[in-house]
Structure formats: C-alpha cells, structure tokens
C-alpha cells in the first residue's frame, strides 16, 4: 500500500483524491489488518478510509458519496444544481477526473 501511494503520488494528477477501501468486511474470519491499523496507516497518509462489503452492500454507496464530497468545486464543471448536489452525467466526464 505504501508503495502504490507514494506512486500515486508522485505519477498522479494534482489534487488526486485518495481513498483507501477495505473490501470484503464480510469475511471476518479471513482478516489480515485490523481495522485500527487500516484506519491508523490511512489518517497517517492523510486519505480516507472505508471498510466496505460488495456482496453485503455495505458502504458501497457511501464510497462514492465521500469521492463526490472531497471534489473540488472547480471539477464540477457546471454538473452541479442550484443547491451544490453534483450530478453525474453519462459522458463521465466527472469519473475520468477522479477515478485514475
């Protein structure tokens, strides 16, 4: 993970948002790194982290919504509403700025 982010970080566009997903909570059993040592590495690389459940649908949402909240406003390039709710369209001309 170390590495990945330091090349992220290095190669990557400025502004990159960085989240760090824990997938598959589900599987409590299989476990590798607790969750406070995830939540402990993210906050020290200053990224956020989500633990997530694709099969259990947790949190799934949630990723994205906090992708959407961490977009600067600059980025929406008009796809935002009147009240600041961004809106994606099918061009995904949003996706291609924050999914590298």
């Not at 992708?67 to 061009?91: F, H, T, W, Y």
């Amino acid at each position: 993970m170390q590495s990945w982010l330091q090349r992220l970080k290095e190669f990557g566009p400025k502004g990159l948002i960085l989240l760090i997903v824990g997938n598959k909570c589900d599987l409590h059993d299989r476990r590798q790194v607790t969750r406070e040592r995830a939540e402990r590495f993210a906050k020290s690389k200053n990224c956020v982290y989500i633990e997530s459940s694709a099969r259990d649908d947790v949190n799934v949402e949630v990723i994205f919504q906090e992708i959407a909240k961490l977009l600067p406003k600059e980025n929406v390039d008009g796809n935002a509403d009147d009240d600041g709710v961004l809106r994606l369209d099918d061009s995904g001309s949003i996706m291609q700025k924050c999914m590298c």
